[in-house]
């Protein structure tokens, strides 16, 4: 049997081969201690990561470039070999996933060794720097049952066009068809898209971890897009992201799952441009959210150069803090101790009152994926309790 | 409220730019006629398509690079104008999706304005040439009800590895939760992987219409990866397709989802290498399968130099017309007008007295997505009926 399709499959394989671009050629082997990236490509050696060093290797066929760069936590000239391949090893880097690009005759282009992040509004290489046993909560377990994500496409009247939205439903959901689920709005950041979270954040694993230990209840969880235009076309995208939840995405959810409608099991949460969208969403509509966390996306603002204030922050919804614990059950504010730090705001709104509130740092990280997951991990076992 | 938030937001805005790589810039406005491909990202106005043309317009910023060059159908020179910016228009191009790269000092690389689609191996650039009204059938139609694509992690102990499946299921699976339904496995093409029948070629729109017409039965849609090797990680992958399939796959879905699980109500179809791996395991499992459906990839092959022969392919499964029909309700064969064609082979199949065969024809294109979009929509209609 193996021949005759072994045969066939020669044939259909050159047939592809000449008609598309860009078979992976055969590679140097990895240095000792270096293995491919969990990011890249199923067929790609490289970029290699070394677990023990946390170095990168990084290959670029160019024969006929000038420069090669790569652009990683600053830009590095490559160092082309006499083949024509050119290289570079990074020092030890920050654990987590990171964003790169490499610079053909200074042009920044995607890393054909990469699977595609979309990330800073175009697909981007990216590359995962593994944790040890400390990151295994967003690591797939064979040993515990799996929540779905449903891609969905839906059409909001507010935006004038179809959007999509992906949801994760927990382990239990398809089988145990009686129960109700409370809901949790999950929203990406500027420049990346609804599928962040599930792809550089592994939240199906996070969130299936949390449940199957029992930390977290377990819940729905919708991850939408943040963008009003989300596609190429001319059709004109109209309205704003707040009506477009409020008013079409959660109708939506609530008549298409199994969800709870009231305001405390409802909760939204959002990463950089995504916590101004919580904070913009949620103190607009008190009556429709009960819990909250933005994940390093906090900042009280300044209105007309007037020093920030717990009194007319937001509109003034910190100042009576009884008021605010008893409408909002939690406000998880986090951050990685490597970018802007909110700890000052933090504090005041806690000096001014307000209870119900949690701070999070994620230690020796940035504005990057790794301290989104850990602020997810810590976020998700408060709500609904 | 606007104001507090536009401040934030630029703060973190410029934030995000300075750390990541690939803002998008301010560009040309698209000559008259021409508008964003919708293979691009959500703010890329390049490349353009002229819909009545059926050309395309390529830009690429690039003032470092000796010469650039775009590959599609062939490589052509692009045009530096005095900025630096290197340009690209195009003949009548065939309707459809196709994949291109742009060669940058003769390396081919992922254009930036392209969403990127996963085909040869690596994150490809592909632009969709629309047709008129007659490509309907795989837009998104806001007028029926819509299935959901659930992306899936299980499992695999032939594999030794978790593997990872999207699965369509039709409008009204989620409320009507009595139903049963028959199975369609439906599998992509080398260089290819699991999301292509669903972002390439459309698939839950063209079941979606299917299905509210009344055209075909409601159906789940499993669609897996054909490879063996799926990730990059050093873990060995083991097995073979057949056996994942068979083993693990599909009673991981029957115990998943609520299907029938006779093999009237199972169908396999792939495209390319997929519809060879769909004959492989449809005639080794004759008991678990009575529907099937080969797109591009049908070929008897040759066993040791012999003429091919309705007598000894594939082990001898035509050998007996009457016994063929018995088992198998329905082979659909189907190609482009543009690529290898089997027809030879289905007339000899018809003439030696094999009835229950379907034969299909994409006019007009090639080994390509357009090919098996059209496909789908022949076929699924043809289902468990």
Redesign the interface.
């Known amino acids: 049997?193996k021949?005759?399709?072994s045969?066939?499959?020669a044939?259909?394989?050159c047939?592809?081969?000449s008609?598309?671009?860009?078979?992976?050629p055969q590679v140097e082997p990895l240095p000792e201690g270096f293995?491919?990236?969990?990011?890249?490509?199923?067929?790609?050696?490289y970029p290699g990561v070394n677990p023990q060093t946390r170095q990168a290797i990084f290959r670029?066929?160019?024969?006929?470039?000038?420069?090669v760069q790569l652009?990683l936590s600053g830009t590095h000239d490559m160092k082309k070999d006499e083949k024509g391949v050119w290289w570079y090893t990074t020092d030890p880097l920050v654990v987590g996933f990171h964003?790169?690009?490499?610079a053909?005759?200074?042009?920044?282009?995607?890393d054909?060794g990469?699977?595609?992040y979309?990330?800073?509004?175009?697909?981007?290489s990216g590359i995962e720097i593994p944790e040890g046993p400390e990151g295994d909560y967003y690591r797939?377990n064979?040993n515990i049952p799996?929540g779905?994500?449903?891609?969905?496409?839906?059409?909001s009247e507010v935006n004038g066009l179809?959007r999509h939205v992906?949801v994760y439903v927990p382990a239990g959901y398809?089988k145990d068809?009686k129960s109700k689920y409370p809901v949790l709005y999950l929203v990406h950041?500027?420049?990346e898209n609804e599928d962040g979270w599930?792809v550089q954040g592994h939240m199906?694993n996070i969130m299936d971890g949390l449940i199957a230990s029992g930390k977290a209840v377990p819940m729905i969880v919708v991850m939408p897009s943040g963008?009003i235009?989300?596609?190429?076309?001319?059709r004109e995208a109209k309205g704003n992201i707040t009506d477009i939840f409020v008013k079409d995405l959660i109708p939506f959810i609530d008549k298409?799952?199994r969800t709870y409608t009231d305001r405390e099991s409802r909760a939204m949460a959002g990463l950089?441009?995504g916590g101004?969208q919580t904070t913009?969403t949620v103190f607009?509509n008190m009556d429709k959210f009960a819990w909250m966390g933005t994940f390093s996306?906090f900042?009280m603002?300044?209105?007309?150069g007037e020093t920030p204030s717990v009194e007319t922050?937001?509109?003034g919804v910190f100042k009576d803090p009884a008021a605010f614990d008893k409408q909002i059950n939690l406000l998880f504010i986090s951050t990685g101790t490597e970018?802007?730090n909110p700890k000052e705001q933090v504090e005041s709104l806690k000096a001014h009152g307000i209870k119900n509130i949690v701070f999070h740092e994620s230690q020796g990280t940035?504005?990057?994926w790794l301290t989104w997951r850990r602020a997810l991990n810590d976020f998700a076992p408060r709500l609904f309790k």
């Open positions: 049997m021949k005759i399709y045969i066939a499959a044939v259909m394989i047939g592809l081969i008609a598309q671009p860009g078979r992976a293995k491919p990236a969990s990011t890249n490509t199923f067929i790609s050696q670029v066929v160019a024969p006929g470039a000038k420069t652009q964003y790169y690009a490499i053909i005759d200074s042009v920044p282009v995607m054909r990469s699977k595609a979309f990330g800073s509004n175009w697909e981007s797939f064979k799996h779905q994500i449903r891609s969905i496409q839906y059409w179809e992906n398809e068809t950041g500027w420049g599930s199906a963008d235009q989300t596609n190429s076309d001319v298409t799952f950089s441009r101004m913009m607009s996306g900042f603002g300044r209105q007309g922050a937001f509109n970018e802007r940035a504005h990057e």
